[in-house]
């Protein structure tokens, strides 16, 4: 597994984390497209802000090996960003709507 695979892998867990909050909290749904262009975001941002911890891609492909652990953690952080995304935006929304 490269470093560009492992992102867009951790992109898709963005992705699915936000449509899936966007589900279960119809509240703080923007609907399919909404969700996964926030979950996109939302998933880059927190990888690229928590990733200098040493679990971004790059990190887990050090020296032709693949550390099983840091990419459940990476996974897990991308899916937070997209859920976090969903939130923070619809409560921007919200607010700015009023």
Known sequence: MTGTLIS????FIGILGANLFGVYKEKYSFGFTGNTLVGVFGSIFLIKVFGRLGFNPWYIMQNETFDIWLFIINGIVSAL???????????IYIKMNK
């Open 8 to 11: 867009l892998i951790s992109i």
């Open 81 to 91: 960003g997209g859920i976090l995304g969903v939130f923070i935006s619809k409560i």
